[in-house]
């Protein structure tokens, strides 16, 4: 931790990364979309460089990723690593998708027409299977509301043709972290799910993090049984929608599955990079000759 004028500008916290005998650390947190550490908006470069000083006479290397390139605190720490004498070497893991939500304007209705009308069709022919309802969940029904998105995950391709190792709200799986994550009451007003039941039987969901005008789409996953009516395109109209009245104006959805991105409308936003910041001396010059075995190994 840094401090400026008695009051705290930089906090970054690191576990050991890999053999005890390379002296690596890494920031550790979720692989998305939070992994870099607290850099207050008046820190100068004065904290910087203290932090970077501090960090040699304890670790060789520092792992930060993946982060956007847009990441502000992450963004001025590489800059001044590199100002210092330290090598900092990417790989790329993705690009993040986007989208902007557009404002509710008189005569321009969204979604458009013809997407309301596909979507009436497909609601139409999920309601032969029972009595479809659509809520929205936030603070007050976690942690019980996990066991809903925990039921529709253990019947979604996830559970059946992964490894498992992506559930987040099963028991095998993440939900540990959530329960834990929602004991902060903070944290608890900021996540927010859709849900679509049919016949009170959990079919679909969406989770997010609500962070003011700006949504992180987390986790989305519905029952195979309903497939053919599109219940996760369904559900995530209705979701955007709430999302917009409620003042959301953007929607980050990370990288990966960007199909059905594009057919809602996402664009590609900022690139995805893991970092290895690397002190001066012995450590930056083993960077420099192998730093593309690190590159590399983004693709392997």
Not at 3 to 11: I, K, R
Not at 106 to 135: C, I, M, Y
Not at 146 to 169: C, P
Not at 272 to 297: E, N, T
Request: some cysteine.
């Amino acid at each position: 931790m840094v401090e400026q004028d008695d009051a705290p500008v930089l906090t970054l916290p690191f576990v050991p990364l890999g053999p005890r005998m390379f002296g690596m650390a890494t920031i550790p947190g979720c692989y998305w979309p939070f992994r870099s550490f607290g850099l207050a908006l008046e820190a100068g470069e004065t904290a910087l460089k203290t932090a970077l000083s501090t960090l040699a006479n304890h670790v060789n290397g520092l792992r930060i990723g993946p982060v956007y390139d847009t990441d502000p605190a992450a963004t001025a720490l590489i800059a001044a690593a590199r100002a210092q004498g330290w090598t900092a070497i990417d790989r790329t893991i993705g690009d993040n998708w986007s989208l902007d939500l557009p404002l509710a304007r008189e005569g321009q209705p969204w979604p458009r027409t013809s997407t309301l009308r596909k979507n009436r069709f497909h609601e139409k022919h999920l309601a032969e299977h029972g009595v479809p309802d659509w809520r929205f969940l936030s603070g007050a029904d976690w942690p019980a509301a996990f066991a809903d998105l925990g039921a529709i995950e253990q019947t979604s391709w996830i559970a059946h043709d992964t490894d498992r190792t992506g559930m987040k709200f099963t028991a095998d799986g993440h939900l540990a972290f959530w329960q834990a994550a929602v004991a902060d009451p903070v944290l608890a007003a900021m996540f927010r799910a859709a849900l679509l039941t049919v016949d009170t039987r959990p079919a679909a969901f969406s989770f997010d993090i609500d962070t003011g005008e700006l949504l992180y789409a987390v986790a989305n996953s519905y029952d195979p049984r309903f497939a053919k009516h599109s219940p996760g395109k369904l559900l995530y109209w209705r979701n955007l929608v709430a999302a917009r009245d409620r003042g959301i104006r953007r929607v980050d959805w990370g990288a990966g599955d960007s199909g059905y991105k594009q057919v809602i409308g996402a664009t590609i936003d900022a690139p995805i990079r893991d970092w290895l910041l690397l002190r001066p001396g012995l450590p930056a010059f083993v960077g420099r000759l192998f730093g593309w075995v690190w590159r590399r190994s983004a693709t392997s």
